[in-house]
């Protein structure tokens, strides 16, 4: 299965630290992508990292991309209470109508 | 600018019963269609993809159909509902171009008892 593994499955930090959250996948990419769900909510874009790219800044938002490790983590820098949501990684398939694969999520909690 | 809707936002279906999921898209033609499945804690699955109007694709075996009658409307069906269909569903939207991001809609908590 070409399907992302998030880890840690949840991580709980006090308001203003950073979280890092890190994604593993199995197969080859042309892209990976960062999701947010709030509780109950669907899934909102975050940022997009292409496999020849290394690192990229949105906000307070850094992904970073390893292609020989095949793995990939986000950082949420200065974090609020307003972050406390579920995140995803996505890899891009690269059969079918550019569909992604999504891992497991991590659970950020962050306390006020 | 670009919608997309869902509806119920919740649903209590006894086993057995018949299920129909609706999700369409405003301003945009000829998107990809995506319906997803989300269990309790978990990632998402991919249940189906549309490129086109009828054009269905089933990524697993499964209780569950879908169709596309119109460029913007994708539904999700069944016959008859198993408790193991309960979950939360998503359906999503991309242009049908290199854009790789998906738009997701609010889904729909579905609970079979």
């Known amino acids: 299965s070409q399907q992302g593994e998030e880890d840690p499955q949840a991580l709980s930090i006090q308001e203003g630290e950073n979280a890092t959250m890190n994604c593993s996948y199995k197969?080859?990419?042309?892209?990976l992508q960062w999701y947010r769900q709030n509780s109950g909510r669907g899934l909102v874009h975050l940022i997009l990292?292409?496999?020849?790219?290394r690192e990229k800044h949105s906000g307070r938002l850094r992904v970073t991309l390893d292609t020989s490790k095949k793995s990939s983590s986000l950082l949420i820098t200065a974090s609020r209470a307003a972050d406390t949501a579920s995140y995803f990684c996505?890899?891009?398939?690269?059969?079918?109508?550019?569909?992604?694969?999504f891992g497991t999520g991590t659970r950020l909690t962050v306390i006020p | 600018s670009q919608t997309i809707h869902q509806w119920p936002a919740t649903l209590v279906q006894p086993v057995g019963s018949p299920l129909s999921l609706e999700c369409t898209v405003e301003?945009?033609?000829?998107?990809?269609l995506y319906w997803y499945r989300q269990a309790a804690g978990r990632g998402l699955q991919l249940l189906f993809y549309?490129?086109?109007?009828?054009?269905i694709s089933s990524e697993v075996p499964q209780n569950l159909s879908a169709s596309r009658p119109q460029d913007r409307q994708f539904i999700l069906s069944s016959k008859k509902l198993l408790l193991s269909d309960s979950g939360f569903y998503l359906c999503?939207?991309?242009?049908?171009?290199?854009?790789?991001?998906?738009?997701f809609g609010p889904g729909t908590r579905l609970l079979v008892l």
């Open positions: 999503a939207w991309k242009r049908a171009d290199y854009q790789e991001t998906q738009y």
């Open positions: 197969t080859s990419i042309n892209n």
């Open positions: 990292i292409r496999s020849n790219e």
């Open positions: 996505a890899t891009d398939a690269t059969t079918g109508a550019n569909n992604l694969f």
């Open positions: 301003g945009t033609s000829n998107p990809n």
């Open positions: 549309s490129v086109g109007i009828g054009q």
